[in-house]
């Protein structure tokens, strides 16, 4: 090769070299500027918040004075709304998910069905919200209720389900059910005894991925009727008396966390804005150890598998 | 088209393949297959890929049923008091139970040594203890696994190396006594050393199981069945003692496969 050749050659690779690493920088810098947004959102809400947090605060009702108000009907609403929620969403949301993946056919109607619930997941929450005032709390008189909020989160966060199942059963190689299957199971067996048990990190990541999502929901909530002030809990779910399980507090009113926030937020008096960051950094704190959950928990699931 | 070897007519047939044919949607996949499978010796299935020996196989378990658009034709007549396996009145669960089969590539299931070795006897519901302890332990000395893994049958299975895992797979078929065991080309996933202690231990086998082996090498068939069947182009070109087939094939397409032409 000769000389000038080489030389053009190098020129050309550090050329592309340079555009390469603009590429890199721009990258870094568009990262950085979310990252330190949300550091920022972060670090203010906490430094606003902490010195409100104390017993005191997640014992006590909402009430006029700021200094004395705390979250208790709050983070009791959340708990009981979430519960709901739970009981709702993954047995349907699992179930629905294994029919779709491993019994329906693959025809037309399966993919169309497939292509809704995907869909689905990205409806804005507030049609959820509408959709549960005219059927949960109208026609079948549930009411502006703990079960009425339950359900509604549960279908907002049942596609989210209903996907990772499929997707987390999918991902097991075809290779393991031809195993199975050659030993004589029953699709039954062959989904309860193996498929189902190693899908299980995926699909509780999901289920936690949901109700993280769920927890921060405030428009649905408010579009069926939540209370922004409520000082009063709903009858606990154990009693001294027979038959000591009581589930009178699916029907009591609640206010949930974000709706706490909300309210407080709204108020004139400065003072209250701390309370508002103080509740806010209890709910970042609630998602970031339901994601920490998952992924301890796809760790654990995952030990001694691999494909 | 199949000359008849004398010796084999004097063995007791395991299973007799009658007119089969086998679709794909509307792929015509094996074509007016006859064979015979002898009890207790090893049949191998060769010939070059694409050929249609593995959906042979399969269509003795009829695994074929779990994916839509295969249909098949004829009979496949297993013992004397004949079941036809093709038969949609003959339910597959059934002949899963009865006939065991290897694959491809390893695929124990990701639980301990044990629990796989157990899991075809939990399927029937057998759950006394010292059953189950005692099927897989001859399960697993009757797949020459028990000396390597005794001490660590909690282990997961995962943990085995790739020729242990397969011989587990084997444990894991011979645990509920099957008939008949189908191997679907069980060492192509294998090193050499893994190889030739599996076909060990298929000729070891053959005492108590009657065994149908597709193989993608000419030579591990030569070495270890009693009789082949080589097909092309999902046809059943020549059958009979592998020694024969090998030595002095009386098909122009057997010879120039054998003897490396084509393939």
Known sequence: ?307 | MVESNNKLQTLQPKAKVEQLNFYYGSTHVLKDVNMVVAKNVVTALIGPSGCGKTTLLRCFNRLHDLYPGNRYEGSILLDSAPTNILSRKVDPIELRMRIGMVFQRPNPFPKSIYENVAYGLRVRGISKQSIIDERVEQALQDAALWDEVKDRLKDMAFNLSGGQQQRLCIARALATNPELILFDEPTSALDPNATSSIEQLIGQLKQQVTILIVTHSMQQAARISDYTAFMYLGELVEFGATQSVFSSPKQERTADYVFGHIG
């Open chain 1, 1 to 307: 090769m000769s000389g000038e050749n080489l030389q053009e050659l190098r020129a050309n690779i550090s050329w592309r070299k340079l555009l390469d690493a603009i590429f890199a920088i721009i990258g870094l810098l568009t990262i950085l500027v979310a990252i330190i947004t949300l550091l920022a959102l972060i670090i203010r809400l906490a430094v606003d918040g902490t010195p409100r947090l104390s017993w005191q605060f997640f014992t006590s009702f909402p009430g006029r004075d700021p200094e004395e108000a705390g979250i208790l009907s709050a983070w009791v609403g959340t708990s009981l709304v979430m519960l709901v929620t739970l009981v709702a969403a993954v047995p349907l949301g699992v179930a629905s998910g294994i029919y779709l993946e491993e019994y329906a056919p693959k025809n037309w109607l399966s993919a169309l069905i497939e292509v809704n619930v995907t869909n689905l997941a990205g409806v804005p929450s507030i049609i959820y919200g509408l959709l549960a005032l005219g059927l949960f709390a109208e026609q079948l008189k549930l009411g502006e209720s703990i079960l009425t909020a339950g359900l509604t989160l549960a279908l907002l966060v049942l596609p989210v389900v209903i996907v990772t199942t499929r997707e987390s059963l999918r991902a097991i190689p075809n290779s393991i059910r031809e195993a199975a299957y050659a030993l004589g199971t029953t699709k039954w067996q062959m989904i309860w005894d193996h498929t189902l048990p190693y899908s299980m990190s995926g699909i509780l990541t999901g289920v936690i991925i949901a109700l993280a999502r769920a927890i921060g929901e405030t428009a649905p909530l408010i579009t069926i009727g939540a209370l922004t002030f409520i000082a009063f809990l709903p009858e606990p779910p154990i009693k001294s008396q027979f038959p000591f399980i009581s589930f009178e507090w699916l029907q009591a009113p609640f206010t949930v966390m974000p709706i706490q926030m909300f309210n407080w937020v709204s108020r004139p008096e400065p003072e209250f804005q701390f309370n508002a960051a103080a509740a806010g950094v209890i709910l970042i704190v609630m998602t970031l150890v339901m994601n920490g959950i998952a992924i301890y928990l796809r760790y654990r699931f995952r030990r001694g598998i691999k494909w």
